[in-house]
Every structure is written in C-alpha cells, then in structure tokens.
C-alpha cells in the first residue's frame, strides 16, 4: 500500500520561501518518478514540477520556473520542493505524487500519477 506524507507548508509572505517534503512508503521509492501537484479554491489540480526515478530529470510548470526546485533523496525515500519567490498565486494546497508504473518518465506532465498524499496548505500573504 502506498503512502506518501507532505509536510512543510505554512503560511509566507510574499518573496518568501518555504520547502516542502513528501515521504513516501509502500514502494521501492527509486523505481518511481514523483511529482508535486497543486489545487487553487476552485480551481482544478495542476502540475507544478516532476522528477525522474533516478533524479536525472526534472521537469516545471512555466509559473514556478526558477522559482521551485525539486529534488529527491533515494536513500531516505523522500521527495521535497523547494520554492522560492513566492508569489499570492502560488496559493494552494500542494500534493506529492507518485507514478503508477515504475521506471516511467514522459514529457506530458499529466500522465500516469496514480497515487497521492493527503496534501498541505502553503499560504502567501501580499
């Protein structure tokens, strides 16, 4: 059974930072790419970054851009993303995610996440 735990969100003021992690379980973790995902007060989920299993590829949403990195640890079965520069816009809760298949990485940002954490408020005042 998969299990993925974010923690690390808060509330920040605008241009602040704030790092987020995800703790993953039920998995061989280094078989599987991991992503993060966001959700906006009525607003859909959308993508924000991806990393492959390995951690030779990343990939971002153009909002965060130089602004978020993703990064992963195998040895310790976490995932985290950094974010700097925050913006009132990136306001949302913010989801880990996990690929349903291993040793998949695809240049669509939507495919194939099948598994999700609980999800954690990151708030950015003006």
């Known amino acids: 059974q998969v299990q993925l735990r974010e923690s690390g969100g808060g509330l920040v003021q605008a241009g602040g930072s704030l790092r987020l992690s995800c703790a993953a379980s039920g998995r061989t973790f280094s078989s599987y790419s991991m992503g993060w995902f966001r959700q906006a007060p009525g607003m859909e989920r959308e993508f924000v970054s991806g990393i492959r299993w390995d951690g030779a590829s990343t990939n971002y949403a153009d909002s965060v851009k130089d602004r978020f990195t993703i990064s992963r640890d195998n040895a310790k079965n976490t995932v985290s993303l950094q974010m700097n520069s925050l913006r009132p816009e990136d306001t949302a809760v913010y989801f880990c995610?996990?690929?349903?298949?291993?040793?998949?990485?695809?240049?669509?940002?939507?495919?194939?996440?099948?598994?999700w954490g609980q999800g954690t408020q990151v708030t950015v005042s003006s």
């Open positions: 995610s996990m690929q349903i298949m291993p040793y998949t990485w695809s240049s669509s940002t939507t495919a194939g996440w099948g598994y």
